[in-house]
């Protein structure tokens, strides 16, 4: 197993993404982050504190939990990792940036649309990714990436961060290893 993201590196990616985010919609005024548990939880409060930097205005930020949307319920039974918290303002008529850590297969962002759909209609849907590995399954695509990671199939993206690993690193390893 080998670091493919060091601490540094992952601080860049973030504030370069937050950036990206800010002069893609013109501001914040009309964001709301939700980011996808878990990690993609914490990242979204990592990029909210950086467009706050940057703003000097806060940005709404929540969670979106994806559970009971997955394809694959049938082969594991379900487990709710963080409970879905929308912002008081909601998201209707919002710009909204789903964040996650690791951009794989598409099937994780399909059903993060499909819990969207059930809590309202924003205006716009974007994806912010810490990492794009590629293999999609799905015509989807992320409109923010902090790093392309090309993997093979056998090989294994594990993304650690401070506030549940205690260390900020982007693994990359066969997938037994990691």
């Known amino acids: 197993m080998s670091v493919a993201l060091p601490p540094a590196d992952i601080a860049?990616?973030?504030t370069r993404i937050s950036h990206e985010i800010l002069e893609r919609n013109g501001g914040s005024s009309n964001l709301v982050l939700?980011?996808?548990?878990?990690?993609g939880a914490h990242l979204a409060h990592r990029i909210g504190t950086i467009i706050q930097s940057i703003e000097s205005k806060s940005v709404p930020v929540g969670t979106l939990d994806i559970t009971l949307?997955?394809?694959d319920l049938r082969l594991r039974p379900p487990r709710a990792l963080m409970p879905t918290k929308i912002p008081p303002a909601g998201i209707e008529g919002k710009d909204v940036i789903l964040i996650d850590d690791v951009f794989f297969s598409g099937r994780t962002?399909?059903?993060?649309?499909?819990?969207l759909g059930e809590i309202g209609r924003p205006r716009t849907v974007q994806l912010a990714v810490l990492v794009d590995r590629g293999h999609r399954e799905l015509p989807i695509r992320a409109d923010y990436v902090g790093k392309n990671l090309p993997t093979s199939l056998d090989q294994s993206v594990k993304v650690h961060l401070t506030e549940i690993d205690g260390v900020d690193e982007v693994l990359i390893g066969s997938a037994g290893s990691l």
């Open 34 to 39: 939700l980011g996808i548990p878990t990690r």
């Open 69 to 71: 949307h997955r394809d």
């Open 109 to 115: 962002i399909r059903a993060a649309l499909d819990a």
């Open 12 to 14: 860049r990616a973030l």
